[in-house]
């Protein structure tokens, strides 16, 4: 069986907001697995669902760039070692320079990015070695995404570290940029309901029926119990379903019948979403040298 470390029962206390104890024999009824871990504390104790894989683990900025006539918009992530270069005026430049050559260039994919040519003549990536040599730290272009709208573009910067573009049609400006705002705040998984994944419905379903079961609930109730669990869940991961932000008494989907609107798509970039993080337990590793010696 797997050790199970102090930095684990950590990691895992930090995600569901959980008593160490239950953490750990969570951990050590799982094996050490981390995501079965967290089914466990799920079912046993009503913990919400954790972001485990989201964790901000990297400096940098997101930039984003939306064409003057809302039909081309790109995001890109420039991701660096410390706060402080993420805060360096040419840092942010070069990521929003980036950005708008990524929107108004037919740029797919970050290779095509790389190898595209700035006014100065010099390919970005040749740019990104040289603001790397210039600024004394390691840079990595990460992502980026191209959209092409159907309607038309809004986005919203969150203090560089969150970016949104989404495509809607009719309402006006102010709500789209209210719309990529909520996509912001909300951080909705999909637009609707038919677009979140059916292996992740299905595990929804499972672990509010293991609850129910567990909490002794009467079985010709579990499936109703679980429906009612899922439709919650569904609710607060698509942006359709989501209470909006600025009015929590009307839904998104509401709001844009209300102002004879739609939404095609979005986007959305986390700084260093993603990224693992090598957490250390100082403690522990002193114990346990301690204990070797």
């Keep these: 069986m797997a050790e199970i470390t102090a930095s684990m029962v950590k ?27 967290e089914e466990i504390l799920r079912i046993k104790s009503g913990a919400k669902a954790s972001k485990l894989a989201g964790r901000i683990a990297a400096e940098g900025v997101i930039a984003a760039h939306v ?25 942010g430049q070069f990521a929003r320079t980036v ?46 995404v191209r959209v092409d709208a159907t309607g038309r573009l809004a986005s919203y ?7 949104v573009l989404v495509d809607y049609s009719g309402g006006d400006e102010a709500l789209g940029k209210d719309l990529a705002m909520h996509i912001a705040a909300s951080k909705p998984m999909a637009l609707a309901r038919d677009h979140v994944p059916a292996e992740l419905v299905a595990r929804e379903r499972n672990i509010a029926r293991a609850r129910a079961e567990d909490d002794g609930k009467p079985a010709n109730l579990l499936d109703r119990i679980a429906d009612g ?14 209470a ?12 844009l019948k209300t102002r004879g609107a739609s939404v095609h798509g ?28």
Excluded: P, W, Y
């Excluded at 402080?84 to 040419?90: C, I, Q, T």
């Excluded at 740029?107 to 595209?116: F, I, Q, W």
């Excluded at 669990?229 to 989501?242: D, I, M, P, R, Y």
């Excluded at 909006?244 to 709001?255: N, S, Y």
């Design 266 to 293: 979005f986007q959305i970039f986390v700084l260093g979403e993603g990224i693992e993080k090598k957490k250390s337990d100082f403690v522990a590793e002193v114990m346990a040298a301690a204990g070797q010696a």
């Design 229 to 242: 669990a899922v439709n919650k869940f569904l609710s607060e991961v698509t942006l359709l379903g989501q």
């Design 11 to 37: 990691e895992l206390r930090e995600a569901t907001g959980l008593g160490m104890m239950e953490c750990k024999k969570a951990l050590t009824e799982a094996a050490g697995d981390m995501k079965k871990a």
């Design 157 to 163: 910067l969150h203090a560089t570290r969150i970016g």
């Design 67 to 91: 064409s003057a006539d809302g039909k081309r918009g790109a995001l890109v992530e420039l991701n660096c070692e410390t706060d402080f270069v993420a805060k360096d005026a040419a840092f």
């Design 99 to 144: 950005a708008q050559v990524a929107a108004e260039q037919a740029v797919s994919d970050l290779e095509k990015l790389n190898e595209t040519r700035l006014a100065s003549g010099e390919t970005i990536d040749a740019a990104r070695q040289a603001l790397s040599v210039k600024l004394g730290e390691n840079m990595t272009m990460r992502r980026m």
């Design 244 to 255: 909006f932000v600025k009015d929590d008494k009307q839904t998104v989907e509401k709001l």
